[in-house]
C-alpha cells in the first residue's frame, strides 16, 4: 500500500513537472508571436500613416490650385478699368490701385462679371482645369473636412486578407497578418491537444470551473423583477422544499397560499414571488433554476410554466369519478373501514358526479350485504344520506360483533 502511494505521487510530481514545462513553452511562443504581431502593427501603421499622408499632401495641392484659380476671378479681388475690352488681358498688379481709386460710373464688379458671361469665349482655357478640378469655390484648404485614411490597407505585392483586432486604447481597428492569426489558431489547437492529453491520463481529476467575477450577478429574470426594491423586511414563509418527487401544481398553489399571507406592496407582489421561489427548491430542481438563462423571465407567470413543463413527468394524473368504481369492499372488511377507504379516495377526485359516487359506493358493498339491499331498494340522492345509512349500519355490525365476541368468550370459559 506505502509503495503504491508513493509511485501515485511520484506520478503526480512527474504531472506537474510536465504541466510546468508546457506552461513555460507555451508563455514563450506567445511571447514570441506577441512581438511579431506588435512589429507587423507598426509596420502597417507606419505605411499607413505614410500613404495618408501623401494623399492628403496630393489633395492639398490641388486644392490650392483651384483656391487660386477663384481667387483671380472673383469679383472681389479685382475691377477692370473702364477702357479694358479683354479681362483676361487683367493683371492683378494694377488692380489695387485702380479699385481703391475707381470713380462712380466706372465698370465696378458686376459690370465685369456681365461682361464675362458676355465673352465666354475668351475664358475657355479654363474648361480642361474644371474638368479635371471641378469648379472653383471660395473654401479655403484649410477649412475642409479632414479625410480618415484607410486603415484596412497592407503594403503587400498580394495585398492578403486583413484580420482586424480592437485595440484597449485605440477606436481604429488594427488589422493583423493572416500568417499571425494562422500561427495563433495552429497554437491554441496544440494547446486544447495536450490539455485533453493531461486531462486523459489516469488518476488526473478533472479541472475545476472557475466563476467570473460577475457571477453574483447571475438572475434568471429580467431588468423588470431586478429592479423591484424588495421590502425591508422581506422573508419568505418556511414551507416543505419542493425535490421533483410530487406534484409541481401542489407545490405552485402552496406557495402562493404561503406568500399571500406576507404583506408587501401591490407593486412588489409580482417581483417577491418570483425572487423567492427558487428558495423552496432543493436538489436537482435548484439547479434547473439556477441554469435558467440570464434575463428569460420576465413575470411569476412565465417562471410557473417553465416549472411546470420542467417536471411534466412528477405531476399526478388527474382523477375521474368512474375511478371510484375500483374501489370495492375486501374480503373481511368491516364496513367502517370500507367506507373510510372510499371518502380517502374520493377527496383526490376535484370535481364528482353525486350520481356516480353513489352508484360506485353501492357496487362496492358485498351483495348480500343488508346496506347493499337498502341502497338498491331505496336510492339515495345525496352521498350524506348515504353515509348516514351507513353509519346506522355499522353501529348494528360493530354491536353484533361485540356480542358475538362476548358469547364467543363466555363458552371459551365454560369449555375450559
Known sequence: MEGANQL????????EMVRDEIRREMAEKMAHLQRENDMLRSQVQ?????????????????????????????PAATDPPATVTDPVSLTLEPSIPHYRSRTYGEPGPSSFMQYARRNEP???????????????????ASTLPERRPEVNFIPSPTRPEVIHMVGPTSSIPIPIHPAVADQMSM??????????????????????????????????FDASIIRVQLPNKFDVPIMEPFDGTTDPGEHVARYKQVMSTVSVRPGQREACMCRGFGITLIG????????????????????????????????????????????????????????????????????????????????GLYEDSELYRELTKYPCRSFEDVQTKALAFIRLEEDLRSRLGHVEHEWGHIIR
Open 187 to 220: 497554437l491554441m489547437e496544440q494547446v486544447r491537444h495536450m490539455q485533453d492529453k493531461i486531462n486523459g491520463l489516469l488518476g488526473v481529476p478533472p479541472p475545476l470551473e472557475r466563476a467570473s467575477r460577475t457571477c453574483y450577478e447571475d438572475s434568471p
Open 8 to 15: 501515485l505521487i511520484e506520478f503526480h510530481e512527474q504531472l
Open 122 to 140: 475668351s475664358v475657355s482655357f479654363l474648361e480642361p482645369l474644371t474638368e479635371r478640378f471641378g469648379r472653383p469655390v471660395t473654401t479655403s
Open 284 to 363: 436537482p430542481d435548484l439547479t434547473w433554476f439556477v441554469n435558467l438563462l440570464n434575463g428569460s423571465v420576465g413575470s411569476f407567470a412565465e417562471l410557473v410554466n417553465l416549472f411546470n413543463r420542467q417536471f411534466a413527468s412528477s405531476k399526478v394524473l388527474e382523477r375521474r369519478t368512474s375511478d371510484l368504481y375500483q374501489v370495492t369492499q375486501r374480503h373481511g372488511e368491516s364496513l367502517r373501514d370500507y367506507l373510510h377507504r372510499f371518502n380517502v379516495r374520493k377527496v383526490l377526485i376535484p370535481k364528482c358526479d353525486v350520481s356516480t359516487v353513489i352508484e360506485a359506493f353501492r357496487k
Open 46 to 74: 507606419l505605411a499607413v500613416s505614410i500613404a495618408s499622408k501623401s494623399r492628403l499632401n496630393r489633395r492639398s495641392d490641388t486644392m490650392t490650385a483651384a483656391t487660386r484659380l477663384d481667387i483671380c476671378f472673383s
